[in-house]
């Protein structure tokens, strides 16, 4: 079966593309998806065992991640509630 599908933009060997969903933003190591454009990273603890891009995660453990990725963990009941 071929893909079809084209790149939007032009890739070569060089590329991270080999390291899944992981880049670093000011010192702060992003698991999940990449960030976008004037994103910042945003600290999550996590209330469940989760393995992310083949790294585990175990319950009370901290991560950095785009906000749009901690939005949906969060709906999905792996981040830890806040205490006030």
């Known amino acids: 079966m071929t893909n079809t599908r ?3 933009t032009t890739t070569d060997d060089t590329t991270t593309a080999s390291v899944p969903a992981t880049i670093t933003a000011e010192t702060k190591t992003v698991i999940g998806p990449p960030l976008q454009h004037g994103e910042t990273p945003e600290e999550i603890t ?3 065992h989760l393995r992310i ?3 585990d995660f175990r319950p009370g453990q901290k991560a950095h991640v ?5 939005r949906q963990l969060r709906g999905n009941g792996y981040i830890a ?4």
Do not use: V
């Not at 785009?66 to 901690?70: E, F, L, N």
């Not at 509630?81 to 006030?84: F, P």
């Open 81 to 84: 509630r806040g205490r006030a």
């Open 53 to 55: 891009g083949g790294r």
């Open 66 to 70: 785009s906000p749009d990725y901690a």
């Open 46 to 48: 996590f209330a469940h």
């Open 6 to 8: 084209k790149p939007s």
